[in-house]
């Protein structure tokens, strides 16, 4: 295992990421917490139980809680404001996580065709992950 170089001062490809990590994680945190909210404001507490909440709260997905007495989830995704909510979700987590497996690709790989190679690899499953992602939220 090699050490990488120094990071260079000024804005520079990775430290862009290092800031993006920290403020999609705080995102991630700050979007959960709304939804959980919401969702109980919105009368969850007295209609499902507790691991019915948090599977709506992060994808509304009628198929997800049909065994919870819910009367009508269909909703969830008609609105813009969840449907944002998860847009946002699927961006922030799915960039944070692939960034971080970036990360490690890059601190066991040396610079060769591998590293190239799999950071486009990369960049494939992330791009697939948010299409899909945003297929299945606009659509259902």
Same mark, same amino acid.
């Given at each position: 295992?090699?050490?990488?170089?120094?990071?260079?001062?000024?804005?520079?490809?990775?430290?862009?990421?290092?800031?993006?990590?920290?403020?999609?994680?705080?995102?991630?945190?700050?979007?959960?917490?709304?939804?959980?909210?919401?969702?109980? =404001?919105?009368?969850?507490?007295?209609?499902?139980?507790?691991?019915?909440?948090?599977?709506?709260?992060?994808?509304?997905?009628?198929?997800?809680?049909?065994?919870?007495?819910?009367?009508?989830?269909?909703?969830?995704?008609?609105?813009?404001? =969840?449907?944002?909510?998860?847009?946002?979700?699927?961006?922030?987590?799915?960039?944070?996580?692939?960034?971080?497996?970036?990360?490690?690709?890059?601190?066991?790989?040396?610079?060769? =065709?591998?590293?190239?190679?799999?950071?486009?690899?990369?960049?494939?499953? =992330?791009?697939?992950?948010?299409?899909?992602?945003?297929?299945?939220?606009?659509?259902?």
């Amino acid at each position: 295992m090699t050490s990488r170089p120094a990071p260079r001062l000024g804005f520079s490809f990775e430290y862009i990421m290092w800031i993006f990590t920290r403020i999609s994680g705080f995102s991630m945190l700050v979007l959960a917490v709304v939804g959980v909210s919401l969702a109980f =404001w919105m009368g969850a507490r007295t209609q499902m139980d507790m691991i019915a909440l948090l599977r709506w709260t992060f994808f509304p997905n009628s198929f997800h809680v049909v065994n919870s007495g819910v009367p009508d989830v269909t909703q969830g995704w008609a609105n813009a404001f =969840w449907q944002i909510m998860e847009i946002l979700m699927i961006f922030f987590a799915g960039t944070h996580g692939i960034n971080g497996l970036r990360n490690v690709l890059e601190d066991y790989i040396g610079p060769s =065709w591998a590293r190239v190679f799999l950071r486009g690899l990369l960049f494939g499953i =992330w791009l697939f992950m948010v299409i899909v992602g945003l297929y299945i939220i606009l659509t259902i």
